[in-house]
């Protein structure tokens, strides 16, 4: 039996598989609000046997968006179409996450497929377009040339507007009927500004000690964990490392996930990057260690992700414990049906994870001698 197709349970949630899909941004709501690019984007994943799927970086706030066309929970208006996407996908047996976040000093920028801000006044009215002065834990931009813009300082006033702002979030995202809710520390965005020195220049209780620039995150965990049912299992995605000399580093991130762990976080997921003037060796895997530290040295689950797909090493890093889950991103996009192709290359010869409507994909194999069908 494949680990990797083994359920695995966090809290009161069964996942019928270890394999995740990653959160990505699609650019393509308006005002916040998802639409039926959503529903087709994310319900493919379900049909393809992924055990959980996690929706986009979802402004919890409008001025914490990477751009215009992100995602937003920000009010109660935006919970049914979500709330739509959330029962097709556990109709398909899918668990169901959604990254909450915040862009600090990253957001109000282009959307990637444009050349910069290029909307004529017709498509910023169609779009919905809007570009504003972000907010981070100091008024300094995150590069210059590169489309962002210089910041203001959040005050403490501010700051507490973001704690309270994830909260009201995640009791939107309970409302929607969503699994878990991934907090995003991640990629150089808001919670990460303040954990990093390169971009916590702060010397107020905010800033400074490695403990103050943690105390944010920590703050914000805490107070979602009290909103979130205790049943539910919560996460949350670090950049384990800046890789950046001055940068936040792997131990910084164990002493966190240690406090994240005692404050009733689930599960850490373990990215990396995303500040100016990084040196990342982006490879297969290259992550992964990260994902080994903090579950070997926090005593957390990890989730595993960067450039992974090849399905006999996926295996192999959850049943040798370097990590519990394998989220892909881009290999998602590339094939949906990715775990229903992996658990027959592990070997699996039973067709029960694919769609009950798939199943003339059966009789093709067979007439083909293939996959289940293959003569050992
Ligand atoms: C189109 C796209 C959008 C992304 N949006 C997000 C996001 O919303 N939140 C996030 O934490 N990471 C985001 N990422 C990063 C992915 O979640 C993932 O960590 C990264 O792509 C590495 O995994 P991969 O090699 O499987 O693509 C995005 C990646 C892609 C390709």
Redesign the pocket.
């Known amino acids: 039996m494949s680990k990797l197709f083994s359920p695995a349970t966090l809290r009161g949630l069964t996942l019928r598989n270890r394999t995740v899909v990653?959160?990505?941004?699609q650019y393509s709501a308006q005002d916040g609000f998802a639409n039926d690019w959503h529903f087709v984007h994310l319900g493919r994943f379900g049909i393809g046997g992924f055990g959980l799927v996690i929706l986009?970086?979802t402004g919890v706030v409008p001025e914490g968006r990477i751009s215009y066309g992100d995602l937003g929970l920000w009010k109660d208006e935006q919970i049914a179409p979500l709330a739509r996407i959330v029962d097709f996908l556990h109709g398909q047996g899918a668990a169901v996450g959604i990254?909450l976040?915040h862009a600090g000093r990253k957001a109000s920028t282009p959307v990637p497929w444009r050349n910069g801000f290029d909307e004529t006044e017709a498509e910023k009215a169609a779009l919905h377009f809007e570009s504003w002065t972000p907010v981070a834990p100091s008024a300094e931009i995150h590069a210059e040339g590169k489309n962002f813009t210089k910041p203001e300082a959040l005050d403490e006033a501010g700051i507490r507007n973001v704690i309270d702002s994830f909260v009201a979030a995640a009791i939107r995202a309970n409302q929607a009927g969503f699994d878990t809710v991934e907090i995003?520390a991640?990629?150089g965005y808001l919670l990460n500004q303040f954990l990093s020195p390169l971009a916590n220049k702060r010397t107020d209780r905010y800033g400074g000690s490695r403990e103050n620039r943690m105390r944010l995150v920590l703050e914000v965990a805490e107070a979602v964990r009290a909103v979130w049912p205790v049943d539910k299992p919560l996460l949350v995605?670090l950049s384990v490392s800046d890789w950046h000399p001055d940068g936040w580093q792997v131990e910084d991130s164990v002493a966190l996930a240690r406090e994240l762990k005692a404050r009733g976080v689930d599960a850490i997921d373990a990215?990396s990057g995303g500040f100016d003037g990084a040196s990342i060796p982006a490879g297969p895997e290259y992550q992964v260690p990260f994902a080994t530290a903090i579950r070997r040295d926090a005593g957390l689950p990890t989730i595993a992700?960067?450039?992974?797909?090849d399905v006999h090493r996926a295996e192999q890093i959850v049943a040798d414990g370097e990590a519990d889950f394998i989220?892909?991103?881009?290999?998602a996009?590339d094939n949906p049906n990715w775990p229903l192709h992996a658990r027959h290359e592990l070997g699996e010869t039973d067709y029960d994870l694919w769609p009950k409507q798939t199943n003339r994909v059966r009789e093709r194999d067979r007439s083909l001698g293939r996959r289940g069908f293959a003569a050992s």
Do not use: D, N, T
């Open positions: 990653a959160p990505m941004c986009e970086a990254q976040a995003h991640a990629h995605r990215s992700v960067g450039l992974l797909g989220a892909l991103a881009r290999g996009l």
